[in-house]
């Protein structure tokens, strides 16, 4: 930990945005974050990775911790060089940004997650005929298709049949996907983990005509008080990918997907609940150890 605030009880906190993403949706949330940082008697500054990337490392000492709500995970890693505490940590970030290395960990801590197959590495050219007739085998119809990379939903389709599936093979070309079996489902729930703890909940129901339950998508929110086996599910997950807090996906027993940088504007407004609150808490308390 960098600074003197375990000598006079004083934090200075370094707020990473993507510099690029400077739309209302995501300055009401950095607004949020430092409103936040304010009702817990810590000085922050926000930045944006562009305007970071090009700063030396030692620039980076001087702050005690790092709250890091962006994807650059090379810059992550870069404060952590510079010996500042990232909450969330780069390779918690770069976990919950892939999915195929999410649902990977999430497998082997024995946590639930839907059938799955992952795209083989190509460099060029698209997935032969013959791999995306095995995996409609394996899976059965309909498959569900995400990138292994992607937000919001918009990176994630649906082949109904076998004709579909093979006609997505141009459209995935050489990136990495991973091919899920399908739930069929009108909601599902995001539980939000802070250390420990199954802070809140939100219900999910799906836009008519969609199978995706992305708020961002026109998914209707409801408050929900999740069971027992949720919150704990929604936990062993946020461990599984070494988050500090997270916002954990969860469709019939079975986690979907970890959010290292959950969105949370939805879940104030719905029920009050102040997620950046209990995450600058949470802080606080890793900090004073």
Not at 68 to 79: Q, T
Not at 107 to 129: D, E, N, R, T
Not at 218 to 227: D, F, H, K, T, V
């Amino acid at each position: 930990m960098q600074g003197n605030c375990s000598a006079v009880n004083f934090m200075k906190g370094l707020l990473v945005v993507n510099g690029g993403l400077l739309t209302p949706k995501f300055t009401e949330i950095a607004q949020l974050w430092k409103q936040a940082f304010a009702r817990g008697k810590i000085s922050s500054d926000e930045r944006g990775n562009i305007s970071l990337a090009a700063e030396a490392d030692a620039f980076f000492s001087h702050y005690d911790f790092c709250l890091f709500y962006d994807k650059d995970v090379l810059l992550c890693r870069r404060i952590e060089g510079a010996g500042v505490r990232c909450f969330n940590s780069a390779s918690a970030i770069a976990v919950c940004d892939d999915k195929c290395a999410t649902s990977y960990a999430l497998s082997a801590a024995g946590i639930p997650v839907p059938k799955h197959v992952f795209s083989p590495k190509l460099f060029f050219g698209c997935l032969p005929v013959a791999f995306l007739r095995r995996v409609g085998e394996m899976l059965g119809y309909p498959v569900v298709i995400k990138a292994a990379f992607g937000s919001f939903g918009e990176q994630i389709s649906l082949a109904r049949d076998e004709d579909e599936l093979l006609s997505f093979a141009p459209k995935i070309g050489a990136q990495s996907v991973i091919f899920e079996e399908f739930l069929p489902h009108e909601w599902d729930v995001r539980v939000y983990v802070v250390g420990d703890c199954a802070v809140s909940a939100m219900k999910r129901i799906n836009p008519k005509g969609d199978f995706r339950s992305n708020a961002s998508l026109g998914a209707a929110l409801e408050r929900y008080e999740p069971s027992e086996e949720e919150k704990n599910l929604a936990v062993r997950a946020s461990r599984a990918v070494g988050a500090d807090f997270s916002g954990v996906d969860i469709l019939g027993g079975k986690v979907l997907e970890v959010n290292s940088n959950a969105h949370f504007k939805n879940l104030l407004d719905l029920n009050g609940y102040s997620y950046a609150d209990a995450c600058v808490r949470y802080i606080k308390g890793e900090l004073n150890k």
